[in-house]
């Protein structure tokens, strides 16, 4: 389990899976909240933690993210 590529990534899951439902569910947030998981979710696809977000979890719900037509333009 050492080799495995991803194994150094495990600590961030909890953390990357916590702001994609975040933004999932952005109506629930004030702005300021909103604003905060916008400036974390680019610095996770800034960093080397970015491969996380090819998990197919992740890719379903950004892509729902993304074809929503009712999200603010920041996301």
Do not use: G
């Amino acid at each position: 389990m050492s080799t495995y590529p991803y194994a150094d990534f495990e600590p961030y899951y909890p953390h990357v899976s916590n702001i994609v439902s975040k933004m999932l569910n952005w109506e629930l947030m004030s702005e300021h909240e909103l604003k905060v998981v916008i400036k974390t979710f680019r610095l996770i696809i800034q960093s080397r933690v970015v491969n996380v977000l090819a998990e197919q979890k992740y890719v379903h719900i950004l892509t729902q993210i993304i074809d929503s037509q009712n999200h603010p333009l920041e996301l």
